[in-house]
């Protein structure tokens, strides 16, 4: 049973990849900057085959240029989302071929694969998702779960400018 998990979670992983050669973009993505984002407590549905958590998050290029704030929604468009628990945090690398800062570019709609489980410590893995007209990636770097669940599934981030 492990091992069909593992190769399922392998499979739902490595598609981001392949759609990505598949469009034929040969240019590099180069890192533009960090995306951390609060998925808040309390938000949003479960349900075994879609969910949603709002979410809060924050750009940073570099240290000294101001910060971009963005709201948003995440979730589990298609897969399983059993959830419990306080809230968490992720941080992305951010990636793209052409980026243009205090822009908002960020703002859109992003999917790819995930799966994690999480009980008290998490474990899992998150394919890079890129934004639908294929212009920028986030590939996450650090995950902070503070609860208990499962997930796996096709994932979503939905992001737009917040004036905070």
Do not use: W
Request: charged letters at 15%; one cysteine or more; glycine letters at 12%.
């Amino acid at each position: 049973m492990n091992r069909f998990i593992t190769a399922v979670c392998f499979s739902l992983l490595m598609l981001p990849a392949y759609t990505t050669i598949a469009a034929g973009n040969d240019a590099p993505m180069q890192k533009v900057g960090v995306l951390r984002c609060n998925i808040l407590p309390h938000t949003g549905i479960n349900l075994l085959i879609h969910s949603t958590r709002d979410i809060r998050c924050e750009f940073t290029a570099t240290p000294d240029e101001p910060v971009e704030y963005y709201k948003g929604e995440t979730g589990i468009g298609f897969g399983l989302d059993i959830a419990v628990g306080k809230g968490s945090e992720i941080a992305y690398a951010v990636l793209a071929r052409q980026f243009k800062p205090h822009s908002n570019q960020l703002a859109g709609k992003y999917s790819g694969a995930r799966g994690s489980a999480a009980l008290i410590i998490s474990g899992g893995d998150t394919a890079p998702i890129g934004k639908d007209d294929g212009t920028i990636s986030l590939q996450p770097t650090t995950v902070n779960n503070k609860g208990s669940g499962v997930t796996l599934g096709f994932s979503y981030i939905y992001l737009e400018a917040d004036s905070r």
